[in-house]
């Protein structure tokens, strides 16, 4: 089992900035890939970014986000900037044993979620 805790999350103005962390714990030797999924109100759940040996990023984020890995602290960070009220969603930590993927079914573990809300 892996345990993820996500943090990071608030309420900011348009055009601001937040960094989401996700410590994991338990059995971390399996995890391959770490990724970030939002799901917004009304709306299912997508993919934002993922990071293995390197980082992929969905279109709608390219650019202002960037996700980074601490292997050592088995933690994942996803630095937010420019955002927008668009980007308003639950954040969600998940891992894979995959090298690759942007398939929520590919992942095993998931985070509680952490809320980001921004205001226009």
């Known amino acids: 089992q892996v345990q993820l805790v996500e943090s990071g999350g608030g309420l900011v103005q348009g055009g601001g900035s937040l960094r989401l962390s996700c410590a994991a714990s338990g059995r971390t030797f399996g995890i391959n890939t770490m990724g970030w999924f939002r799901q917004a109100p009304g709306q299912e759940r997508e993919f934002v970014a993922s990071i293995a040996r390197s980082p992929t990023y969905a279109n709608s984020v390219k650019g202002r986000f960037t996700i980074s890995r601490d292997n050592g602290k088995n933690t994942v960070y996803l630095q937010m900037n420019s955002l927008k009220p668009e980007d308003t969603a639950v954040y969600y930590c998940?891992?894979?044993?995959?090298?690759?993927?942007?398939?929520?079914?590919?992942?095993?573990?998931w985070g509680q979620g952490t809320q980001v809300t921004v205001s226009s």
């Open positions: 998940a891992t894979s044993d995959l090298f690759y993927s942007t398939r929520q079914r590919d992942y095993a573990y």
